[in-house]
């Protein structure tokens, strides 16, 4: 395994669809915890009516428009708090939320299979929202020179309310990974 190089910005500012890929088999680093990314969906425009933005720049989803390579988390269900990393150029809303990491170091045997499981292992919360993760800090993802894993696309899952959007197949998981049960919606 190669030395772990912080992503940089410039990784981030491409398109959504590609970075999402991409990010799988990357790694998110936090207060000594370490897990492998093996599963992902994009929520890419105004137009995706999956998408926070489609509301345009409210208060929750004004991250989602700025510059890439930070961190958009929000809190759902009053508890449980999900992950994405903003894409694309400041101004264009687009993320990819993180739904499922396959432990590495320092998570025992906590569940990181969901984007709030995931949070709550790697002990992300709203304190994170706005965190530039191409910077040094305590939450980063990593790329450590792995091989670039096979992955499978999938339709994003729940968020039946988005119509055909909800069909399009912007969820990838790494082949053969344990994969996060669906419950609740993305960016």
């Not at 999956?50 to 961190?71: E, L, Y």
């Not at 958009?72 to 809303?93: E, H, K, W």
């Not at 929202?129 to 792995?146: K, S």
Request: glycine share 10%; net charge positive; with cysteine.
């Amino acid at each position: 395994m190669s030395r772990a190089r912080r992503l940089p910005r410039s990784f981030y500012a491409r398109d959504t669809l590609t970075v999402a890929q991409e990010l799988c088999g990357k790694y998110v680093t936090h207060q000594g915890r370490v897990g492998r990314i093996i599963e992902v969906e994009a929520y890419h425009g105004r137009d995706d009516q999956a998408s926070h933005a489609r509301r345009g720049p409210t208060p929750r989803a004004a991250i989602m428009f700025g510059p890439p390579g930070v961190a958009y988390v929000y809190q759902i269900y009053g508890m449980f708090f999900c992950l994405n990393l903003v894409t694309m150029s400041d101004g264009f809303p687009a993320a990819v939320l993180l739904r499922a990491l396959e432990p590495v170091a320092g998570l025992g045997d906590a569940r990181t299979d969901g984007p709030g499981k995931l949070c709550r292992a790697m002990a992300i919360d709203k304190r994170h929202n706005g965190l530039d993760v191409t910077r040094p800090g305590a939450l980063q993802v990593e790329d450590r020179g792995d091989p670039a894993p096979v992955l499978r696309a999938t339709p994003r899952v729940n968020v039946d309310y988005a119509g055909a959007w909800a069909a399009r197949p912007w969820r990838w998981v790494v082949e053969g990974a344990p994969v996060s049960r669906p419950r609740w919606g993305g960016a």
